[in-house]
């Protein structure tokens, strides 16, 4: 079975602009989260959705959205990029119902660059 | 708050010796309880996890993990490490389905021949 896979791997953008990434979750998986890594501040949990409704939300600005298709793909968009938003995006999946619901498998992140 | 504190940033093991990494958690419900490992530029992969019964649990690549209720505590320990175990460990909590697995900072293992 293949894992969660995360598109593009790499970006480079300018200040200002805004960004789309996309997340496919393991086959069955229904709840996707999105998780930013810096080394200042470590793992930071982004949202979660699951049957394309956010289901929690971190504490992140109004730029940083996303949102979750009927085939439990979803893609997370920041807008007015801000050198801050230079980091490792990572998107988690799991199951939904009883304990494996609690396993999130994460896929290998897009590193974002603003300049 | 909830919090995650792994208090080495830093540990460098002997090829061969054993290796133990520290995890400890705040609140008073006992979460569910997990150990990530981050290799350099990918995700991170879940090396074992406990959600109740026997407190010590097994994981892939020879890891196990022991949770002391009294201590809040999961640490991550392997008998023998091999140089290919160099990377970065991740204990993590979570308190319900569906919310946010909460990290720690991580501890970066280094082995030494």
């Known amino acids: 079975k293949a894992g969660v896979t995360q598109t593009p791997r790499y970006l480079i953008k300018t200040r200002g602009q805004q960004v789309t990434l996309s997340c496919s979750p393991i086959?069955?998986?229904?709840?996707v989260s999105w998780y930013q890594q810096t080394p200042g501040q470590g793992l930071q949990f982004l949202f979660e959705?699951?049957?394309?409704?956010?289901?929690n939300k971190g504490n992140f600005p109004g730029r940083f959205s996303g949102r979750q298709f009927s085939n439990s793909r979803s893609e997370m968009n920041v807008s007015t990029l801000e050198l801050g938003d230079s980091a490792l995006y990572l998107c988690?999946?799991?199951?939904?119902?009883?304990?494996?619901?609690?396993?999130?498998?994460f896929g290998p992140g897009t590193r974002l660059t603003v300049t | 708050a909830q919090s995650v504190t792994q208090p080495d940033i830093h540990i460098t093991v002997s090829e061969g010796a054993s290796l133990e990494l520290r995890c400890n958690y705040s609140y008073g419900a006992t979460p569910y309880l997990f150990w990530y490992v981050q290799s350099p530029g990918q995700g991170l992969q879940l090396l074992l996890k406990y959600f109740s019964g026997d407190t010590l649990v097994q994981g892939i690549k020879g890891f196990e993990a022991e949770f002391k209720r009294s201590q809040s505590s999961f640490n991550l320990r392997k008998p023998s490490v091999h140089w290919s175990d160099a990377a970065e460990y991740f204990c993590a909590v979570l308190y319900q389905a569906g919310t946010a697995l909460i990290f720690g900072k991580g501890t970066t293992l280094s082995v030494s021949s």
């Open positions: 988690a999946s799991s199951l939904d119902g009883g304990t494996v619901a609690y396993e999130q498998y």
């Open positions: 959705y699951f049957s394309e409704t956010q289901r």
């Open positions: 086959s069955g998986h229904r709840s």
